[in-house]
Nanobody, 115 residues
Framework: QVQLVESGGGLVQPGGSLRLSCAAS????????MGWYRQAPGKQREPVAT???????TYADSVKGRFTVSRDNAKTTVYLQMNGLKPEDTAVYCC?????????WGQGTQVTVSS
């Protein structure tokens, strides 16, 4: 069993930055891929960024060059550095982790980009 807790969301002006964190706890040895999805009001959930245990990353086209996903050395915390935020980045951001073939999800953190 894996528990995920996100932090770091909030309100930011366009062009600003935020850093999201997601810490895993529980039976967390050898978590494989971790990453982030987001869901905006009235829209489907979409992948934002992923990072494997080996450090390979993927990004949605809409965030390439602005967002950076990373993990700590223990491989149990995943971060999302978001720069150059735009109003269309407003969404609930959820982290996920793949462990022993199962997907685990955090509760989500709200990111609002508005002037």
């Amino acid at each position: 069993q894996v528990q995920l807790v996100e932090s770091g969301g909030g309100l930011v002006q366009p062009g600003g930055s935020l850093r999201l964190s997601c810490a895993a706890s529980g039976s967390i040895r050898n978590i494989n891929t971790m990453g982030w999805y987001r869901q905006a009001p009235g829209k489907q959930r979409e992948p934002v960024a992923t990072i494997t245990r080996g450090g390979s990353t993927t990004y949605a086209d809409s965030v390439k060059g602005r967002f950076t996903v990373s993990r700590d050395n223990a491989k149990t915390t995943v971060y999302l550095q978001m720069n150059g935020l735009k109003p269309e980045d407003t969404a609930v951001y959820c982290c996920f982790a793949v462990f022993l073939g199962y997907n685990y999800w955090g509760q989500g953190t709200q990111v609002t980009v508005s002037s």
